[in-house]
């Protein structure tokens, strides 16, 4: 079974992303594509990275109104990632129109809440539910909606994995026990994501930061 641990490439410099990955490859299940690499190297830089063959994770965190979130899918269509996001906030016929557009073997996930965000910034934005809450409850808008999963951190993972026990659960902001959380504020040690019912987890900068990501990323798989 490939590694459930999916790396971020978040680096506008193809070269080094492609350096990282060919230097990961045996320890890492797919990698992660984001905004940044996105925004330097647009479409044609995933296909370029597509021939690591490597399962792609394209996350591009899709938010706005049903028509153009979906046209924007459908412009990705060739790129055939093996996971795409989109944002909950978004709301359902946004997150449905996602997934029509979607090419069937795409896994769509919604982002529920922010690994960066916690109870206080919920707050500050007006939400009156905790974290817990408020992913439950995205969760089960994913669900209805149709897509294939959620994203969310590893401290909600096993709720809301309670109300959708087939879904697909991507958790982010995963920390090696004595790693440093930087700007993420919901963090769980990997084993701790992977018991708590994780599908697959997202790790970069402990990894791409690291002197040797290859011996760093055996590190954290020996963990799992
Ligand atoms: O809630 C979310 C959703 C996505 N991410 C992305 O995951 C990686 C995490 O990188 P680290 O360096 O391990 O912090 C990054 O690409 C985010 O855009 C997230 O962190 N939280």
New binding site residues.
């Given amino acids: 079974m490939r590694s459930p641990v999916f790396i971020?490439l978040?680096t506008p410099d193809i070269e080094r992303a492609k350096t990282i990955a060919s230097a990961v490859r045996n320890h890492v299940g797919g990698i992660?594509l984001?905004l940044e690499f996105f925004a330097a190297n647009g479409p044609d830089g995933v296909k370029e990275m597509a021939a690591l063959e490597l399962p792609i994770f394209l996350?591009l965190k899709l938010h706005d109104i049903p028509n153009t979130v979906a046209k924007a899918v459908q412009a990705l269509r060739p790129i055939r990632p093996a996971i795409l996001t989109v944002h909950a906030g978004g709301g359902r016929a946004m997150m449905e129109d996602a997934k029509a557009a979607a090419p069937i073997d795409t896994k769509v996930v919604a982002?529920t809440l922010?690994?960066?965000l916690d109870g206080e910034d919920l707050h500050d934005m007006g939400v009156a539910s905790d974290p817990h809450d408020q992913v439950v409850r995205l969760t089960e808008l994913a669900k209805l909606s149709g897509l294939d999963g959620v994203?969310c951190s590893g401290r909600e993972v096993k709720a809301a994995k309670t109300i959708w026990p087939d879904g697909f659960f991507v958790v982010?902001?995963?920390r090696p026990a004595s790693g440093k959380t930087?700007d993420?504020k919901r963090t769980v040690t990997p084993a701790d994501a992977m018991h708590a019912g994780a599908s697959i987890i997202?790790?970069?900068?402990?990894i791409t930061g690291a002197d040797e990501p290859d011996i760093a990323a055996r590190a954290i798989e020996a963990t799992l």
Avoid: E, M
């Avoid at 997202?202 to 402990?206: E, L, T």
């Fill in positions: 971020a978040d992660k984001g996350d982002v922010l690994t960066s994203v982010p902001g995963v930087a993420q997202v790790i970069g900068r402990p």
